[in-house]
């Protein structure tokens, strides 16, 4: 069967089950999307590349599936590069599908050329340049491959527009086999395992520190059994919310900059600490020297480069999560377990002691208690997206996540703007569930302009901006850490209701305590896009807070 | 401490990107690279010199491993492995006497003189790090008008080599 570049590459789009596509069209890019418009694959255009990228990877993050993204040559291009090196940071798989220049003209400054493949070495788990038209198919299942095996990634195609035009025999592609790419298959060392068994046997106060990878790798369920039968205490990440029931016995939340204090304070004093699929981020340990100093750790990552990076593990275990949590399962049954009841009893302490509360007495919009409210509405059921700041912390401290893949936050790389478009994959993978955006004026300005996306596609998400009127989380560095002085963090955002309403969206404008929970109703039962302006306090702050680079002892609030 | 790095890598455009980017990236410092191919016309063999501690060459050997198109690397331990790098030096010689003291270097090293012109002398040399190092300090004395190295390449001896220098990755 002869068939040009561009059917090529649709059919091997379908071959790997792909249902939907978010981008944006143009002229190196064309043939593609004319093989598109009746291909049967969902496409959804958004009104920026950036925001196409992250719904792809909200797409992604909620459903375990590979997330596709395309755009045109050039300036389409350039701009996915964000998302690129977000879903880098954070384990996204995605597949970006990039137009390009004809071959004749690579290298010669033609209208709209960059040199996306140059650009995107550093910002992929991998990147292609077609330059045959007959390799388009293996390198299509490669890249999917790629992006969705080990720890996974983002993969970028960059497919010059004469190779789109060009005819040739499809052939299917052979089963994907890449010599180069093998070491993340490898046998887990259940040596290692007794080792850290017998470390567990030992301790007096182990820690379960979790990050992303047990959500990547499923094995949720695995670690809740583990965590239930060694009872031993588990915090997550940022990026490991949801791995753990958050009202279970022996969640301690979330670790780090802000984090809760009995789980620092854990951290801190642990003799033993299990990280699975986490990488120590400078977020979660502060000053690397002062770190967890006693305690042995016991590091499982699929990513071999991840252990002994940041701190040295005295235990490494290289492998799935998910596999390596199952050895351990096995072997619980002949370990002589204990019940840790001292360690217990102390951090019990520690909650009550320190719990993680705010002040809520006055009739104003208290962030926290927005989130809270959202949290009782949708049960802890709704998938929740945000942006980057004060806001994504609030709702990482108050929304008691039960499940993963319900938490959408840009981790690794912090990139306002990213909650919002990502609500838009998220609710086009599942368009019966409640998706949320938590957002701040300053993030959701970044990518505002999806709303035009949102309401085109019949998406009824729910936008909650906790409005300050500041890019609120440097304001508040600032007035820690650089004398009040509030250089150029004052927003003083526009009306969000009217612009909402422009767009063709609900709005909904919220200034008192009392109109909180009646907002976040309505809005549940409004079947369009709707836009919720908090009007929070200006200058409040997200404690606890330990300094970057600081150590427990400088814990704030 | 300087480590030198042997890795075998996909023969195609762009693996010197993605491998030379990862160091740019990471912030490791290449003291020298060379890039040829192998007995296997599919495999190119990098030869990359790198300073740091034990700790930061292993970062940096398992970085490289995630790479796609990276078959395998190594870090070559100096007695049981051949580094060798090619030097050519233009140096001056405003006398007789100089010249013929340059010359006599040159036969320390076991260096060729390539040519010569009434003003200057242009030498080359293979050699292990060190030995290049210390002809272009002695060279350095009478003026070094140009130089060119090569970097290093490396491979381990035959009778050092162990099962699992085989071609898959560790
Ligand atoms: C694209 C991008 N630019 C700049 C920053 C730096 N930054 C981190 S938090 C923040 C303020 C965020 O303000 P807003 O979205 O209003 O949230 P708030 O902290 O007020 O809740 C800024 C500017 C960033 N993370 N991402």
Known sequence: MKLTGAQILIESLKAEGVEVIFGIPGGAIMPVYDVLFDSGIAHILTRHEQGAIHAAEGYARTTGKVGVCMATSGPGATNLVTGLVDALMDSTPIVAITGQVPTHLIGTDGFQEADIYGISIPATKYNYLVRDVNKLAQIVAEAFYIARTGRPGPVLIDLPKDIQNAVTEYVKPKPVSLPCYNQYFQEINEAQVDKAIQAIEEAERPVIYVGGGVIISGAHQELYEFAKRTRIPVTTTLMGLGSFPGTDELSLGMLGMHGTKYANYAMGEADLILALGARFDDRVTGKVSEFARNAKIVHVDIDAAEINKIVYAHIPIRGDVKKVLQVFLKKLDKAKLKTYDKWHKQIQEWKTQYPLTYENSEDRVIPQYVVEQIYEATKGEAIITVGVGQHQMWAAQYYRFQAPRSWVSSSGLGTMGFGFPAAIGAQVAYPHRTVFTIDGDGSFQMTIQELATAVQYHLPIKIAILNNGYLGMVRQWQQLFFKGRYSHTFLGSPDFVKIAEGYGAVGILITKKAEVRPAIEKALETDNTVVMDFRIPQEDNVYPMIPAGGTLKQMIG | ?170
Not at chain 2, 40 to 59: C, F, H, W, Y
């Open chain 2, 1 to 170: 401490m300087l480590h030198t790095l042997s890795l075998l890598v996909r023969n195609h455009p762009g693996v010197l990107s993605h491998v030379a980017g990862l160091f740019t990236r990471r912030g490791y410092n290449i003291e020298s690279i060379s890039v040829g191919v192998t007995e296997n016309p599919e495999l190119s063999r990098m030869t990359i010199a790198v300073g740091g501690d034990e700790r930061v060459v292993q970062q940096i050997i398992k970085q490289c491993q995630k790479l796609v198109d990276v078959l395998s690397i190594k870090d070559l331990k100096y007695d049981e492995s051949i580094t060798r790098e090619l030097a050519v030096f233009v140096v001056k010689t405003p006398s007789n006497q100089s010249r013929a003291e340059i010359i006599q270097i040159a036969g320390v090293f076991n260096a060729r003189v390539a040519d010569m012109s009434e003003t200057s002398i242009m030498i080359e040399v293979t050699g292990n790090q060190r030995q290049i190092d210390s002809i272009t300090r002695l060279l350095a004395q009478y003026g070094i008008e140009e130089m060119a190295r090569t970097g290093i390449v490396a491979l381990t001896f035959p009778s050092k080599r162990k099962p699992e220098d085989s071609l898959e990755k560790e």
